[in-house]
């Protein structure tokens, strides 16, 4: 019985609507249906799949929160022991160009052996994400920090 995909991620936050208008904003994703839980709780999408939710954390949930999902941890910052989301990505140079009108600090690191050109940035809860893209789409973008100068 092996997996097939990663379905979604929740993240947990004080700020709801300003971290779904992030992720809307900055990335790209749509806003869309979601099942009511009778808490607070956004899905984004990205085409037809919901691959993040989004739901009040911290010390002050709601008892249908801690009943339905529980609450391992009251943390609202940080990427804890996730370390980063990552997601595949197109459209190197029209996404930094928008980055960067946005505002958004990113770093651009490449890994040869794996094909890919990687841009990592903080979403407002200071959850790194991580935007893999085709290395061939980064002809003379120059990366921060190549995976191969690292000392062995």
């Not at 899905?43 to 929160?65: A, C, K």
């Not at 790194?128 to 003379?140: P, W, Y």
Request: proline share 5%; charged share 25%; glycine share 8%.
């Amino acid at each position: 019985m092996p997996l097939t995909h990663l379905e979604h991620f929740l993240i947990q936050t004080e700020d709801l609507d300003g971290t779904c208008n992030w992720y809307v904003d900055v990335l790209g994703m749509e806003e869309g249906p979601h099942p009511d839980f009778k808490m607070p709780v956004r899905w984004l999408y990205l085409g037809d799949e919901p691959v993040l939710h989004l739901t009040i954390g911290g010390e002050n949930v709601s008892e249908n929160r801690k009943k339905y999902l529980g609450q391992q941890s009251t943390a609202t910052k940080g990427s804890g022991v996730v370390d980063h989301v990552a997601f595949r990505a197109t459209g190197l140079r029209k996404m930094l160009t928008h980055l960067d009108s946005k505002g958004v600090d990113y770093t651009k690191r490449q890994v040869d052996d794996q094909g890919l050109f990687q841009v990592f940035l903080m979403d407002p809860n200071d959850v790194k994400v991580e935007l893999n893209f085709a290395a061939k789409e980064a002809q003379d973008i120059t990366a921060d920090v190549k995976a191969v100068d690292l000392p062995a």
